[in-house]
């Protein structure tokens, strides 16, 4: 038999949580019981928001304009170093002692968009704010810069979750596979 022996499926933090419900988790919950029922042995990572988000994509436009024009209110979220992703799904890959299991991955404490702004700001040593826009200036903003319509509304939707304190939790899932720490925001901000 040559098919697929094992999968290792990246999801996202608080999908399938009761009582952290939210329909922009559906599909990544239907792609979950997707894998589980697929015969194959898998296992499951649902990381926190990337720490990578200020420093590649829109996100850092953001930080090198000076503003993080973002709907997430006053949330905190857990953020996590994509390293420390790609480390967990690596261990959990190459031992099958982690068949069958969920790990949900996040930094060591939460941070509002305020507090990130000023660690960043720290970081870079210029001045970046974080601007609490509503969820429908939010959507305004993204369809004018490109997005459509349907992607604005999930970017929104996403931030939704942050803006709703539905974020505000530790997850060790890094210190379970690993056995250390995850790396702390500041570290990852200054280097």
Same mark, same amino acid.
């Given at each position: 038999d040559d098919g697929v022996r094992r999968v290792v499926l990246l999801s996202g933090r608080g999908v399938g949580s009761p009582g952290r419900e939210f329909a922009v988790y559906e599909s990544s919950l239907e792609l +979950?019981? !997707?894998v589980k029922d697929s015969g194959a042995d898998w296992t499951i990572v649902r990381p926190a928001w990337f720490m990578q988000g200020f420093s590649e994509d829109f996100g850092h436009e953001? *930080?090198?304009a000076g503003e993080i024009r973002f709907s997430a209110g006053t949330g905190a979220e857990a953020w996590i170093d994509t390293a420390d992703i790609g480390d967990v799904m690596a261990a959990v890959l190459l031992d099958e002692r982690h068949t069958g299991q969920t790990y949900s991955l996040s930094g060591p404490r939460t941070l509002t968009m305020t507090e990130v702004a000023d660690? %960043? /700001?720290t970081a870079i040593g210029r001045q970046v704010r974080y601007v609490d826009l509503e969820p429908d200036e939010h959507v305004a903003e993204l369809t004018g810069i490109? %997005? /459509?319509? +349907?992607? !604005?509304?999930?970017v929104r939707d996403l931030f939704a979750v942050i803006r709703n304190h539905r974020s505000e939790y530790i997850s060790h899932? *890094?210190?379970e596979v690993l056995g250390r720490a995850p790396r702390d925001f500041t570290d990852w901000a200054r280097s």
């Open positions: +979950e019981h !997707a953001y *930080v090198m660690e %960043l /700001t490109g %997005l /459509t319509q +349907e992607d !604005a509304e999930s899932g *890094v210190e």
